[in-house]
């Protein structure tokens, strides 16, 4: 699967500039698929996100990440 190999490329690199926490992708793939399950439910429903809520979400994501 080449497009999970150029994630674990890029979040390698991530690791080796210490971008990240040092978490299994899958914790990311988690915190990730939270959010876009939220922000896919939001279109379906024809909820506005505003730019305070895509900061929050953005910050949620970051946090959960950084290190």
Do not use: C
């Amino acid at each position: 699967m080449r497009n999970f190999s150029v994630f674990d490329e890029l979040y390698q690199e991530g690791l080796n500039e210490s971008l990240f926490k040092d978490l299994a992708p899958r914790h990311l793939f988690f915190t990730f698929s939270t959010v876009n399950g939220w922000m896919l439910w939001a279109r379906d429903e024809n909820i506005q996100v505003d730019e305070p809520k895509i900061e929050l979400l953005l910050t949620m994501l970051w946090d959960a990440v950084k290190p």
